[in-house]
């Protein structure tokens, strides 16, 4: 497929295994740098899972090397490291700024105007705040409480489910139909 340029070089898994076999590499962990695709992988997963997620993928690395005077912090031999996955420390993906994906931990009250920003690029005309992802009350809209959190809803999407609700709709009525004609 890469032969061919029908595998997509971009992809994460890849760019994930390229920087593990570099780690792997390297003269000296300390010497590791991380491209900004894989930073953004991987601060992503520390926001969303903290740092165990951190943890989990990285594997135990070079886990005793310091503490049994093998050698010092940032100075092991990757060689000698079990790792699943060449992961950033968490002071680098802290320092890792990416504008798109920067999002801050609080929000102080007032307009939150990266929120605008990020809906002005939006085809629906209507907005709810709704940060928490929860169905509102029926009665607000009249249009059974769901809220379209853009793709981002836990399993179905809004918008798959609203057009799998009207595809059994459609089925009923042309059974209605069929029945009464």
Known sequence: MVKENTFPLDNISLLLFLETVRFMSKRITSEMW???TTKRFWKTGYRLFHGKFLYFMGGPKNIGHITKNLSERGMADPQDARINFAVPSQKILSDFI???LDIPKTTS???LYSVLNMLRNQQND????CPDGKKVTAGVDGKGGDVDMFGFEDGITFKERKTLLEDQINILNEIINFLQG
């Open 34 to 36: 991380y491209r900004e």
């Open 98 to 100: 990416a504008n798109d």
């Open 109 to 111: 009250p007032g307009i």
């Open 126 to 129: 209507e907005f709810m705040l």
